[in-house]
């Protein structure tokens, strides 16, 4: 720092505040070693020069500096005592001048041989001194040997003696400033150094080069003028730089480190335990998985091989596949999981939830096209074959047949289901006990039509059974065929039934009964017969219609391309309202004609049912109020 800072004689508050704000810099941005070491230069001139009492104001200043020093960074540190302008001191330049550049680098003083860092070596000086001042003297021979100057040699000769004359302030200086009885700080003096930067024009150079000029001759290193270092390099280079970690650490600063070291450690362990527990983690969860899975794979190939190993199906019987195909759709991770996120103890990078989910999605699409579509084409084959006879009643199947075969321009997913749904509920397996059973089925043939959308079904359909149904639909009427049309999009639509036993209230059961005898429940008009069946419905489809018919074309094959078909379409709506009216009446008809009062005569002797009949809820008004309000169609 500059020398100011030290002293603090030009601007004291200015220059302690630039001071301590020098080392709270130190402090701040170099936390565990702020410095290295202190550098304590003073000039032998000074020394020589100043009386004790202003010797005294220096040593106090220093001290007090040095305290700071301690006080502020809260480290041990050691200080380099420097003597400058070691040239002032009479013979320095005779004896040195002549020294080559090598020479004047090396270190002119000494440094304490101690390990222990904290050890106050002050005592050592004064000897160490002594040495210095005895290879002055052992050295001064020679010297005097290779200088040939009479003026250069008297000042030789004079100089070791010049040099130790000095021991007694440079020793005071010392012992004033580290003796740890005299000092409040115990500082290290790691050890003593003299130097010079070569110093022209002093009185003792006037009077040496006077002398030299009466003997004829100058003295070279007074009146030289040329810039000369002395034992500086080393000492910089090799000492002071080369002790950089002689230096304490500050100990709250080294502790704070030391708790984010070992708090980061402990953080990169707790993180890796953390990790490698979350790895285990995943790896026995999806170990478990696929175990489940592999387990789950042996039961269903025990079950279904039966069926797999059967060459040709020749059986349209659901009831045995269904077994097999829910064993695939419920692996652990199969279709019924596939809208589920990954379990979070199976993720972590180790996931084989996905891998086994698509072999699994696979396996199940093959298994239906394989076991479950096979029989509903060859159910549909069968009933197209049933129906051919009746071209109104083949039209429906025959196109569930073409799109579940993968010969539909456009497949309807919904109307498959609705035809399904019905022919399993009234035909092959109908009744409660079944409900089940319908539902697993529906649940799988959902399933197989939104696996197969980005695939082809393989199977080949039996074209001359096709032909042989497109024949006997291409002999329809233009209205036969619309109301084809209209009673294929009621299996879409699902309408809801008009129940006797249902619109009669729960009290129905006390007052009607069947003509045959048979369950009340199963009396039901269908929904395209109601009101909400005619006004929402079957006029929608009407007004549709034509457009209908042009896009069906498919279903016929060549058989749909009939000639004058716009002039049937212009009587085609009148004809199909008054088919509708004469079906319509027949429903009804044919449900009311089934029902009938029950006896009064068996109500006694509690006339339960005469008491329902007239009650303000009564099933009569109940039904025949819902009768009347459904048959009003306009």
């Not at 005619?534 to 058989?559: C, E, K, T």
């Not at 212009?570 to 004809?575: A, F, N, S, T």
């Not at 509690?606 to 008491?611: D, G, Q, T, W």
């Amino acid at each position: 720092t500059a020398g100011r800072y030290t002293t603090q004689d030009s601007n004291a508050q200015s220059d302690k505040k630039s001071w301590l704000a020098f080392l709270s810099l130190l402090k701040r941005y170099r936390t565990r070693q702020p410095i290295n070491g202190v550098i304590l230069a003073i000039s032998l001139a000074d020394l020589i020069s100043l009386d004790d009492r202003q010797l005294d104001v220096h040593v106090v200043e220093i001290r007090s500096r040095l305290r700071e020093i301690h006080e502020t960074l809260k480290i041990q540190f050691p200080v380099y005592l420097l003597f400058t302008k070691a040239d002032l001191v009479a013979g320095f330049m005779d004896y040195f001048g002549d020294f080559d550049e090598q020479r004047r680098r090396k270190v002119w003083g000494a440094t304490f041989q101690t390990a222990d860092r904290n050890k106050n070596m002050v005592g050592e000086a004064p000897a160490e001194f002594d040495a210095l001042a005895k290879r002055l003297a052992e050295e001064m021979a020679d010297r005097l040997q290779e200088e040939a100057d009479p003026v250069a040699r008297i000042s030789i000769f004079g100089f070791p003696a010049q040099f130790g004359a000095l021991k007694g302030r440079i020793a005071g200086f010392i012992a004033s400033i580290f003796d740890p009885a005299r000092s409040q700080v115990n500082v290290s003096l790691r050890g003593l150094y003299f130097s010079s930067g070569t110093q022209e024009g002093t009185p003792i150079d006037q009077v040496l080069g006077a002398i030299g000029r009466s003997f004829g001759s100058a003295s070279r290193g007074h009146l030289s003028g040329t810039g000369k270092s002395f034992f500086l390099h080393d000492l910089l280079t090799d000492v002071i730089f080369a002790e950089s970690g002689w230096v304490s650490y500050d100990k709250s600063a080294e502790r704070r480190a030391a708790i984010a070291r070992y708090g980061g450690l402990g953080a990169i362990a707790l993180i890796a335990a953390a990790a490698l527990g979350t790895l285990a983690l995943s790896f026995t969860a999806n170990r478990s998985l696929i175990a489940s899975t592999t387990q789950a794979v042996s039961r269903y190939r025990e079950t279904a091989d039966p069926l797999l190993k059967t060459p040709t199906v020749a059986d349209v019987d659901l009831e045995n596949v269904i077994g097999p195909l829910d064993q695939l759709r419920e692996l652990p991770a199969g279709f019924d999981t596939s809208d589920l996120p990954t379990p979070i103890e199976e993720t972590f990078g180790l996931s084989q939830r996905e891998r086994l989910l698509s072999a699994s999605k696979t396996a199940y699409r093959q298994a239906l096209e394989r076991m479950f579509r096979s029989r509903l084409l060859l159910q549909a084959e069968r009933t197209i074959q049933a129906k051919m006879a009746d071209p109104a009643a083949l039209y429906e199947p025959l196109k569930i047949y073409l799109m579940l075969g993968g010969r539909a321009p456009k497949v309807d997913d919904e109307l498959i289901v609705s035809w399904m749904r019905q022919d399993w509920e009234q035909n092959r397996y109908p009744g409660e006990n079944n409900r089940e059973g319908r539902a697993q089925l529906e649940k799988h043939l959902r399933a197989m039509l939104a696996l197969d959308d980005a695939y082809d079904p393989v199977f080949e359909l039996n074209q001359p059974l096709v032909e042989a149904a497109q024949r006997s639909l291409g002999r329809m009427s233009l209205a036969d065929r619309a109301s084809a049309l209209v009673e294929s999009a009621v299996y879409a639509a699902a309408l809801d039934d008009f129940s006797i036993s249902v619109k009669g209230g729960p009290e129905a059961q006390l007052l009607f009964e069947r003509v045959d005898g048979g369950d009340l429940s199963g009396l039901r008009v269908p929904g395209i017969y109601t009101y909400s069946g005619f006004n929402n419905f079957y006029l929608g489809q009407l007004s549709r219609i034509a457009q209908m018919l042009v896009d069906d074309q498919w279903v016929l094959g060549g058989g749909g391309e009939q000639g004058g078909i716009d002039q049937e379409l212009l009587k085609l709506g009148p004809e199909l309202v008054e088919r509708y009216g004469r079906e319509f009446a027949a429903a009804w008809n044919g449900v009311l004609d089934k029902l009938k009062f029950k006896a009064m005569l068996k109500d006694k002797p509690h006339y339960i049912a005469l008491s329902a009949a007239a009650s303000p809820s009564s099933p009569i008004d109940q039904l025949f109020t819902a009768i009347a309000d459904e048959t009003a169609l306009t």
